[in-house]
């Protein structure tokens, strides 16, 4: 069974990305993810959840808890906390939160209509 390291070093040669650029993309120096790579660092989830969405693949795949590196899909948006790190969001939850809560886009509420239009959008990407 291939280990985080193996599966590590796999992503980064597949995309031949280098440790500087993962480090520049990702907030996590390249000394650490050489030691993530050789085994020689048990790695922190903060990383994983960060290498995982760079590669867009699972973490149970990291984790070697499933041959399958795919994830459901999820919607992304960056938060102002952590620019470099996207949120998943689901879309149900997103809509069930516009119908029941008032919103704001740049610091002012947004207006009924523009409500109804975010819900009619978030709708067409349910439909089956």
């Not at 119908?99 to 523009?114: E, P, R, T």
């Amino acid at each position: 069974m291939k280990t985080i390291a193996d599966r590590l070093k796999q992503l980064r040669g597949q995309r031949g990305y280098s440790q500087k650029y993962i480090e520049n993309v990702t907030d996590i120096n390249d000394s650490t993810l050489s030691r993530l790579e050789t085994e020689k660092s048990k790695p922190l989830n903060e990383h994983l959840l960060k290498l995982a969405d760079l590669y867009g693949v699972s973490m149970d795949w990291l984790y070697g808890r499933t041959d399958d590196p795919t994830f459901p899909p999820v919607v992304r948006y960056e938060t102002q906390q952590s620019s470099n790190f996207p949120v998943p969001i689901d879309l149900n939850r997103l809509k069930e939160h516009l119908i029941s809560h008032q919103v704001h886009a740049n610091g002012k509420s947004i207006s009924q209509k523009q409500k109804n239009l975010l819900i009619t959008t978030i709708d067409s990407f349910l439909e089956p």
